[in-house]
T-cell receptor, first 112, second 115 residues
Framework: DTGVSQDPRHKITKRGQNVTFRCDPISEHNRLYWYRQTLGQGPEFLTYFQNEAQLEKSRLLSDRFSAERPKGSFSTLEIQRTEQGDSAMYLC??????????FGNGTRLTVT | AQKVTQAQTEISVVEKEDVTLDCVYETRDTTYYLFWYKQPPSGELVFLIRRNSFDEQNEISGRYSWNFQKSTSSFNFTITASQVVDSAVYFCALSDNNAGNMLTFGGGTRLMVKP
């Protein structure tokens, strides 16, 4: 069990640029989740996958956000045309069905 | 709609004191799950406990204990004999029966334990 890995740890980008984050879940976990956490707040659910299928998307996930999980392994979260309001910590978590979530250390995004 | 309220934004205690973190939730579902997570300064959320709505028994795990009261929609967390390593942000969270791990988190309580 090597834990959930996220890359990069930090990303600074200029408004209007596209960014992509990667998450590698615990290998035997079939479910993968993305959450967003702004400073001083609790995490907010964005989307989740069961294997390669994206089963749920929050209304928080605007059209500029897209997530994939090809072959049910790692996942990517892309934000197009970033805005300052996108600045946050993006957390990835995985689980085996409804077992408790294992979170990664997150990717901190700063949009200038 | 679901909602989780953690009214205490920050708590400061001296080592060895007992401390209780409050959590109040709102849901229309009769079947739901309640969680507590710890977020230390390193940032990685760590699972502490999950309870379902049909199990109101209090739970004790070492220095940690949880009190679930459906009558007041509360799921409070007590740390006995706090230690400096308990310093972290603690989150209470809720999901309904069909939501699985799509959790609604509270705003968190920052606990500072001073030596």
């Amino acid at each position: 069990d090597t834990g959930v890995s996220q890359d990069p740890r930090h990303k600074i980008t200029k408004r209007g640029q596209n960014v992509t984050f990667r998450c590698d879940p615990i290998s035997e976990h079939n479910r993968l989740y993305w959450y967003r956490q702004t400073l001083g707040q609790g995490p907010e659910f964005l989307t989740y996958f069961q294997n390669e299928a994206q089963l749920e998307k929050s209304r928080l996930l605007s059209d500029r956000f897209s997530a994939e999980r090809p072959k049910g392994s790692f996942s990517t979260l892309e934000i197009q045309r970033t805005e300052q309001g996108d600045s946050a910590m993006y957390l990835c978590a995985s689980s085996l069905s409804f077992s408790p979530l294992h979170f990664g250390n997150g990717t901190r995004l700063t949009v200038t | 709609a679901q909602k989780v309220t953690q009214a205490q934004t920050e708590i400061s205690v001296v080592e060895k004191e007992d401390v209780t973190l409050d959590c109040v939730y709102e849901t229309r579902d009769t079947t739901y799950y309640l969680f507590w997570y710890k977020q230390p300064p390193s940032g990685e959320l760590v699972f502490l406990i999950r309870r379902n709505s049909f199990d109101e028994q209090n739970e004790i795990s070492g220095r940690y204990s949880w009190n679930f009261q459906k009558s007041t929609s509360s799921f409070n967390f007590t740390i006995t004999a706090s230690q400096v390593v308990d310093s972290a942000v603690y989150f209470c969270a809720l999901s309904d029966n069909n939501a699985g791990n799509m959790l609604t988190f509270g705003g968190g309580t920052r606990l500072m334990v001073k030596p």
